[in-house]
């Protein structure tokens, strides 16, 4: 399993910004596709972002598509989440996942999880 945290959350207001950040330790992150999940108060956990190693192909929920861009540092074993024009609907805790065994798609088939950072979006 490799080892993720979080960090980059807090209180933004509408139409603003903010980048988070995933580092990874354990293992080299240029052998896993990264994602970005989310949960919202009372709702299940979504799926946000990926980004794959090997075709270098990146993945996006249609919600988040033109807004937010998933980008990597393998060097650095860094992965980041670019999150531009946000709106009160993107307020969530936002989670790191890697180690995936089956759809990009599906946090059941992520191995390994951050502990989130937390995302809230006035109006």
């Known amino acids: 399993q490799v080892r993720l945290v979080e960090s980059g959350g807090g209180l933004v207001q509408t139409g603003g910004s903010l980048r988070l950040s995933c580092a990874a330790s354990g293992r080299p992150i240029s052998n896993y596709v990264m994602a970005w999940f989310r949960q919202a108060p009372g709702k299940g956990r979504e799926f946000v972002a990926a980004?794959?190693?090997?075709?270098?192909?990146?993945y996006y929920a249609d919600s988040v598509k033109g807004r937010f861009t998933i980008s990597r540092d393998n060097a650095k074993n860094l992965v980041y989440l670019q999150m531009n024009m946000l709106t009160p609907e993107d307020t969530a805790g936002y989670y790191c996942?890697?180690?995936?065994?089956?759809?990009?798609?599906?946090?059941?088939?992520?191995?390994?999880w951050g502990q989130g950072t937390q995302v809230t979006v006035s109006s």
């Open positions: 980004s794959h190693w090997n075709s270098g192909n990146t």
């Open positions: 996942a890697g180690d995936l065994s089956g759809s990009i798609r599906s946090p059941g088939d992520y191995r390994s």
